[in-house]
């Protein structure tokens, strides 16, 4: 029953899927965004237009922790220590610094976004190729994240209903859109052909989410170990955050 | 805000004496003394609920508030327990008239430091912590949209019933 079931919920959440971004590009999601997440006040819980879709992907995102990710994860962090594990996520930092550079220049934040460009520079020389963050503790230059979903939020656009997106989990319409704008930033989808930008990058992704997992193997148990409603958490968790770091790009 | 750290400094001093090493039952009382004292779990579980508070009986009320304060207990006393020497840093506080919140981070291994954000109300004098902020979440704002989740899917009763399994479920396990 197993695989042909779990076809089928690929094969509907395929479906799904394409419905969304059909109808993203129809101008729909316009509308959808104006209807927004929705505060707790009134039904207590956000309102979950994509609920649906979202428990399937986020139970498929789940199995693939379970059997692929988590057991990656733990072997990887078996072979490597765990300060070398941290400066090799310093390294995939480092090179995402485009998008952070970009967003905090799109949101008028030139401060930051010079920041951004001198930590770049000072971590991948005197930081051995972004290996070690040494701009932060030598000079004082803190990292300041931003991503398009953010810059949209900053000039008015609501965050929209909550998305699961596969493989990379909680999201939101306007955030998955930011998403692949923060990904077409990416040098290598412009300067390489797509056959080969498209596998280089999701090795990247791949092997920077597996570092990131094996460095949370504790925190990621403990949210299952508590959680009375796991979905609901997660959700919460997501947007919590974010309604956060909009808060704090409103001035 | 004194009070939060006289009271992470007691907690601390239990978790941390060697003579409870072998007594955890007695650590745990002697944490539920020094905690209870500065948590007002009542209002905790009244406003996880939400607007379903309302419909509930005194009686009702008075069973929820004993499962929610168990399954904080079950969850977080477990972790105070493997307490292993992690920094605390007390950053600032704030006050605004009878509320209050005090900013704290704590430093683990080489990884990035965990805010843990304490906010407290005053009443009658003492000031208790009604929510807590674990690296920007707030724990009640958490557990209120997995709660009514729970109750628009299935009703309260299953609610309760999760909870109180929950809270097994962690204790067995430690």
Known sequence: MAVSALRTEIINVKKILIGIIFLSFIGAAGAALAAGIGDQAGSETYSDPLAPFNEKMFWINLKLDKYIMRPVATGYADVLPEDVRRHIGNFWDNVGVIPRFANNLFQLKMVPAGTEVSRFLI????????????????????????????????????????????????????????????????PMSYTLPWYISLPAQAGATAASAINYRSLNLQLFEDVDRYAVDLYGAVQDGYIQRRRKREAENTF | ?????????????????????????????????????????????????????????????????????????????????????????????????????????????????????????????????????????????????QFNRVINDKGYAQLLAAIKQKEQSIDSGR
Do not use: C
Request: charged content about 20%; proline content about 4%.
């Open chain 1, 123 to 186: 971590n991948s020389t005197l930081g051995g190729a972004g290996f070690f963050d040494v701009a932060d503790p030598w000079f004082g230059l803190k990292e300041h994240d931003e991503d398009f979903g953010l810059t949209m939020g900053h000039y008015g656009v609501p965050m929209g209903p909550y998305l699961v997106l596969p493989f990379y989990g909680p999201s939101s319409i306007r955030d998955a859109l930011g998403r692949a704008a923060d990904g077409a930033m990416n």
């Open chain 2, 1 to 145: 805000m004194a009070a939060v750290k006289e009271t992470v400094r007691q907690v601390l001093a239990i978790v941390t004496d060697p003579s409870y090493k072998s007594a955890t039952s007695a650590r745990r009382q002697k944490l539920r003394e020094v905690i209870a004292p500065r948590f007002d779990f009542s209002d905790m579980a009244k406003s996880s609920l939400g607007y379903h508070w309302r419909t509930l009986t005194p009686a009702q009320r008075a069973d929820f508030v004993r499962a929610f304060t168990a399954l904080l207990e079950a969850s977080y006393m477990g972790k105070i327990e493997s307490y292993k020497g992690q920094k605390i840093s007390y950053l600032r506080e704030t006050q605004d008239g009878s509320y209050a919140q005090v900013y704290t981070s704590i430093q683990s291994g080489g990884g990035e430091p965990v805010s843990v954000n304490y906010r407290l109300k005053q009443s009658d004098g003492t000031w208790k912590v009604y929510d807590v902020a674990i690296d920007q979440i707030s724990l009640v704002g958490n557990y209120r949209n």
